[in-house]
């Protein structure tokens, strides 16, 4: 794993003091990003989730699930129930976590109104 994504929304702009506070507290905690109000502040390490086989650089804020083991979970009944598809689509796809596994078997149509996450679920699938 990545580490840790740190999101913080409604914290309003920060100074250059801040900015050096914030990126000093990063470092020593091993974060792999802080992100203000969806601006990357500092950004040791690209934050990135594995869904399946695929590595998923994800952007600022993005919604994953709580725990690895929920969504491995999540994504094995989907698996399964689907698994005779040939054609799928996923609402609210996110960054892929079910869609980008799917697409293994299936033809998928990933449908997701964050563009960010949008974004992030294509070209982790163009490049796996």
Known sequence: ASGLDVAVQDGGK??????????????????????????????????????????????????????????????ELVGQHLSRAKKVADLFAGCGSFALRLAAKSEVLAVEGDAPALAALDRAFRFA
């Open 14 to 75: 920060l100074g250059d003091h801040q900015r050096r506070i914030a990126s000093n507290f990063v470092t020593a905690e091993g974060l792999a990003r802080l992100s203000v109000d969806g601006e990357i502040v500092v950004e040791p390490k690209k934050p990135v989730v594995q869904f399946g086989s695929v590595a998923v650089a994800v952007p600022p804020g993005a919604f994953i699930q709580a725990t690895e083991a929920a969504e491995r979970t999540m994504a």
